[in-house]
């Protein structure tokens, strides 16, 4: 520190130390069912795109065929 050389002490108790208990998943099912639903919604949303689509070109095609 400040050009003067400085001695560093190393804690040699790391081993010692007790390992982390884990903590319980709180979440962990809500977010399954969550994706699912989301699964679920655009799976909806993707099915009324395509019916959209299909009625769209028909209703286009038509207006051609006078």
């Not at 909806?44 to 028909?58: E, N």
């Amino acid at each position: 520190m400040n050009g003067k050389e400085t001695e560093v002490e190393v804690n040699s108790n790391m081993e010692n130390t007790d390992k982390p208990t884990p903590t319980p998943a709180l979440f962990k099912g809500f977010f399954r069912v969550e994706g699912q639903i989301i699964t679920v919604f655009f799976a909806i949303i993707f099915t009324v795109l395509i019916i959209f689509i299909a009625f769209g070109r028909k209703i286009y095609k038509n207006m051609f065929k006078r």
